[in-house]
């Protein structure tokens, strides 16, 4: 079992950064893939970011050159940075791991998540 705790969340204007925070429990961090997905209201939810075991990422069109996923495995511990934030970038934000090889864009392919972190960005 695999508990995830996000931070960072919280009210930003348009043009503005935050970095949100996934801790991660377990030893095994380092050979999870870790993925950032998001829901605004009404909508479904959606691939943002992903970071594999060897530091490979993958972004979502919207975020690139915006975003940046990262890791420490010594922390245990997933971040995306966010800069330029728009107002539709306005969503709950998940972080999500998984161990298993296949597309990590998709969220069904992922075993744990947290709770999720609410990001707010005001025109």
């Known amino acids: 079992q695999v508990q995830l705790v996000e931070s960072g969340g919280g009210l930003v204007q348009a043009g503005g950064s935050l970095r949100l925070s996934c801790a991660a429990s377990g030893r095994t961090f380092s050979s999870y893939v870790m993925g950032w997905f998001r829901q605004a209201p009404g909508k479904e939810r959606e691939f943002v970011a992903a970071?594999?075991?060897?530091?490979?990422?993958s972004y979502a069109d919207s975020v690139k050159g915006r975003f940046t996923i990262s890791r420490d495995n010594a922390k245990n511990t997933v971040y995306l940075q966010m800069n330029n934030l728009k107002p539709e970038d306005t969503a709950v934000y998940y972080c999500?791991?998984?161990?298993?090889?296949?597309?990590?864009?998709?969220?069904?392919?992922?075993?744990?998540w947290g709770q999720g972190t609410q990001v707010t960005v005001s025109s």
């Open positions: 970071i594999n075991w060897g530091g490979g990422r």
């Open positions: 999500a791991c998984k161990r298993t090889v296949g597309d990590a864009t998709q969220d069904t392919t992922y075993d744990y």
